[in-house]
Nanobody, 113 residues
């Protein structure tokens, strides 16, 4: 079992920045962030493996940066140049190397125009 504790999020104006953090209770293969806006399916934002390999959604490339502290078992999402369409509940995800997923409780990000 893996527990995930998220922090960050909130309300910001368009063009602003926010940083999300997610601490896992133990080391795990991959960590990342997904988001879900009202009426939409949950979608990938960015992921990072314990080896540092990253993957980003096209919609956030160049604006968001995912990073990871393997000592603290914590993943960060630096979000710059935020747009109203980035408004969603952001969920931390961790995945074992055999494909089992764990999820955080979600944190709201709201970008005003």
């Amino acid at each position: 079992q893996v527990q995930l504790v998220e922090s960050g999020g909130g309300l910001v104006q368009a063009g602003g920045s926010l940083r999300l953090s997610c601490a896992a209770s133990r080391s795990i293969f991959a960590m990342g962030w997904y988001r879900q806006a009202p009426g939409n399916q949950r979608e990938l934002v960015a992921t990072i493996t314990n080896g540092g390999r990253t993957n980003y959604a096209d919609s956030v490339k160049g604006r968001f940066t995912i990073s990871r502290d393997n000592v603290k078992n914590t993943v960060y999402l630096q979000m710059n140049g935020l747009k109203p369409e980035d408004t969603a509940v952001y969920y931390c995800n961790s995945r074992t190397n055999w494909g089992k997923d764990y999820w955080g409780q979600g944190t709201q990000v709201t970008v005003s125009s």
